[in-house]
């Protein structure tokens, strides 16, 4: 596609369930970001891949969060046992190199 | 204390004025980004500045890196400029892993 693309937009869900946030890069950029931006602030940095390797998962912030990216394309941030700390909205970015990043819309978690 | 820090945090403006929008960072940097973030969440890079000045139609961006400081500018603003405006630096040592401002709320009055 033309641009980077996240679904769901929005999700809402019960404290305590499992959700899937999928990021669709532009074709062929190599670098894949997540980024977590709580309401009011800048977003955060959570993971970094490049290709399917995932290089930097420094700023997840716990065991609950998982993200993967198995053929280099596609990547998938997965959020096990929510909490309501954990609604935000995520932000998908690639890159071709380490310079301009291009961002998805975004999803809305929201938790309940 | 917050890497990157920016202001003001809000910024209401009639239409036609000249805005200013600060962004100040303690680490050292390679590039700059200004990025623009409209209400829904998605975020459009405007620019990235490793030295001096950066025009794209009403937006400047200018950057002395001695001082540590960055400006966006907008001029002729226009009610459609109302967004939040975001500085991003890459963290050093890092595959290109942004710290972002808490960014600045832009409102242009018609």
């Known amino acids: 596609g033309a641009g980077v693309s996240q679904s769901p937009r929005y999700k809402v869900a019960k404290r305590g369930q499992d959700v899937a946030l999928r990021c669709d890069p532009i074709s062929g950029h190599v670098s894949l970001f997540w980024y977590q931006q709580a309401l009011g602030q800048g977003p955060e940095f959570l993971t970094y891949f490049q290709n399917e390797a995932q290089l930097d998962k420094s700023g997840l912030p716990s065991d609950r969060f998982f993200a993967e990216r198995p053929e280099g394309s596609v990547s998938t941030l997965k959020i096990q046992r929510t909490q309501q700390e954990d609604s935000a909205v995520y932000l998908c970015?690639?890159?071709?190199?380490?310079?301009?990043?291009?961002f998805g819309a975004g999803t809305r978690l929201s938790v309940l | 204390k917050n890497e990157v820090e920016q202001s003001p945090q809000n910024l209401t403006a009639q239409e036609g004025e000249f805005i200013t929008i600060n962004c100040s960072y303690s680490?050292?940097?390679?590039?700059l980004h200004w990025l623009q973030q409209h209400p829904g969440g998605g975020i459009v890079s405007l620019f990235m500045?490793?030295?001096g000045k950066k025009k794209h139609g009403r937006l400047i961006a200018t950057i002395n890196i001695q001082e540590k400081h960055s400006s966006l500018h907008i001029t002729a603003s226009h009610p459609r400029d109302s967004a939040v405006y975001i500085c991003a630096v890459p963290l050093r040592g890092s595959q290109g892993n942004l710290i972002f401002g808490k960014g600045t709320k832009l409102s242009v009055k018609p």
């Open positions: 680490v050292g940097i390679s590039a």
């Open positions: 500045l490793s030295s």
């Open positions: 970015a690639s890159s071709s190199d380490r310079n301009i990043q291009y």
